[in-house]
């Protein structure tokens, strides 16, 4: 009962512990590996705005394990991340769109827009 109470005002305690075996983890990669999902986590957070637990943690899970993989097998970090590591991360964090707060508010903008077109309910014969 309390750990519910607790859970509800700081966050899972399941993400938590996932979180802490993902920078355990990140402190095991080679050097130049960890340097980059370090680079890699940072700008996520920043520029990611994500603000569900579960899908920031399935998102540093999928990092790390790309980052682990490519480490074992010898790859550059350069080859993983190409010439852009923007584009890399950007295009990475698409993935994962459905835990941004921009995708409640893209929503809420197609639905508004919907019933001032007068298009809310159904769409083609179905409901929405």
Do not use: C
Request: proline fraction near 2%; charged fraction near 35%; avoid cysteine.
């Amino acid at each position: 009962m309390a750990a519910e109470w607790i859970e509800k005002v700081t966050g899972s305690f399941e993400d938590k512990k996932r979180y802490k075996r993902y920078k355990a983890r990140v402190r095991e990669l080679p050097e130049n590996h960890r340097t980059a999902v370090e680079a890699l986590d940072r700008y996520l957070m920043y520029f990611g705005s994500i603000t569900r637990g579960d899908i920031l943690q399935t998102m540093l899970d999928d990092l790390i394990e790309l980052f682990e993989q490519s480490a074992a097998n010898g790859t550059p970090v350069r080859q993983v991340v190409g010439e852009d590591p923007v584009g890399f991360a950007e295009a990475f964090l698409a993935n994962y769109s459905e835990g941004q707060w921009i995708k409640k508010e893209r929503d809420r903008l197609v639905e508004a827009i919907d019933r001032a077109a007068g298009e809310d309910g159904e769409k083609d014969g179905e409901s929405l």
